[in-house]
């Protein structure tokens, strides 16, 4: 069965401060690994998708890296602003339909 | 309107009302996807659509009931909900099913469901 975690759970820099969250991922045939943003009472917002080990993407301050059993994304440099939850899934080839959420990890930056 | 729309925002219901859910995408899309997020737990996928077909309903009560009458518009009727049925219902659609490619989903905002 597709799995997929993330951590830490919760994280606070201050302005400033570069850190790296993670998403480990389980999952049969990789079709897709999605990044995304979540502020308070909203919904998702798509930022990227990686599909196979070795690939990167970036966006402002945020960098996403993919192997073959995480996903990493960096935060260079963080602002207020990008408080938020992010969010991991994955589209396995055995999940057919589905997209696998992870947990989140809930950013806090502090100016 | 741009985007994934959905409405109501916010919906007060009592366990025997029977209410409905809106959602609208204007992205040109043929995958739809209705999701619940409860506190503190990963996004649930409920039903996937594609192309006005359901695709997948995972394992979800005959309480919640999908309707997709054409590419652009989802609905989901609700009746004899239970209190622990209180989340955030969340829309999304993709331009194909995940089974293919190009298959980022975009969400909506959200409706906020109480049960009383």
């Known amino acids: 069965e597709d799995q997929v975690t993330q951590s830490p759970e919760a994280l606070r820099l201050q302005e400033g401060e570069s850190s790296s969250l993670n998403c480990s991922y389980t999952?049969?045939?990789?079709?897709?690994l999605f990044w995304y943003r979540q502020d308070p009472g909203k919904g998702p917002e798509f930022l990227f998708t990686?599909?196979?080990a070795g690939e990167e993407k970036e966006k402002e301050r945020l960098k996403a890296t993919l192997t073959k059993k995480e996903s990493f994304l960096h935060i260079t440099a963080p602002k207020p602003e990008d408080s938020a939850t992010y969010l991991c899934?994955?589209?396995?080839?055995?999940?057919?339909?589905?997209?696998?959420f992870g947990p989140g990890t809930s950013l806090s930056v502090i100016p | 309107e741009t985007g994934v729309t959905q409405t109501p925002r916010h919906l007060v219901m009592g366990m025997t009302n029977k209410k409905s859910l809106k959602c609208e995408q204007h992205?040109?899309?043929?995958?739809m996807y209705w999701y619940k997020q409860s506190a503190k737990k990963p996004l649930e996928l409920m039903f996937v659509?594609?192309?006005?077909?359901?695709?997948e309903n995972n394992s979800v009560p005959s309480r919640f009931s999908p309707e997709c009458p054409n590419s652009s518009h989802l609905f989901l009727h609700l009746h004899t909900l239970q209190p622990e049925d209180s989340a955030l219902y969340l829309c999304?659609?993709?331009?194909?099913?995940?089974?293919?490619?190009?298959?980022?989903?975009?969400f909506g905002p959200g409706t906020r469901l109480t049960v009383l």
């Open positions: 990686l599909y196979s």
């Open positions: 659509y594609s192309l006005e077909e359901r695709v």
């Open positions: 899934a994955v589209a396995g080839r055995t999940s057919y339909d589905k997209v696998i």
């Open positions: 999952v049969s045939g990789l079709r897709g």
């Open positions: 992205l040109g899309h043929n995958a």
């Open positions: 999304a659609s993709s331009q194909d099913r995940p089974t293919s490619s190009y298959n980022e989903q975009f």
